[in-house]
């Protein structure tokens, strides 16, 4: 069985940071790129970041490049996001997701193509 378990969501301040978790458990993590996404109040749910398990891959939303930092533990099977300089906008439930790696394809993908998603973890930024 495929889970995700997903933590580090809270209430911070402008400017401030968190650092979210993504446990993965019941797939061959290697195998998999691993993606954040987040959906805020009234609005589509938008991709953040994607990390390639396989080489290290990675890719950002031009709305959090140089802030928001993913990285991977693959002896954990988890993937990090490391959100730096938050603002209110970045207000949203945060979402890990999975989808198998294929070479012929770019890393960033469309959301259909994701295979497993977590449950999110709210992230509140007050102004």
């Known amino acids: 069985e495929v889970q995700f378990v997903e933590s580090g969501g809270g209430l911070v301040q402008a400017g401030g940071s968190l650092r979210l978790s993504c446990a993965a458990s019941g797939f061959t993590f290697e195998y998999y790129a691993i993606g954040w996404f987040r959906q805020a109040p009234g609005k589509e749910r938008e991709g953040v970041s994607c990390?390639?398990?396989?080489?290290?891959?990675?890719v950002y939303a031009d709305s959090v490049k140089g802030r928001f930092t993913i990285s991977s533990d693959n002896a954990k099977n988890t993937v990090y996001l490391q959100m730096n300089s938050l603002k209110p906008e970045d207000t949203a439930v945060y979402y890990c997701?999975?989808?198998?790696?294929?070479?012929?394809?770019?890393?960033?993908?469309?959301?259909?193509?994701?295979?497993?998603w977590g449950q999110g973890t709210q992230v509140t930024v007050s102004s």
């Open positions: 997701a999975a989808y198998i790696l294929n070479p012929l394809f770019p890393l960033w993908l469309p959301q259909y193509e994701y295979d497993y």
């Open positions: 990390i390639s398990s396989s080489d290290g891959s990675i």
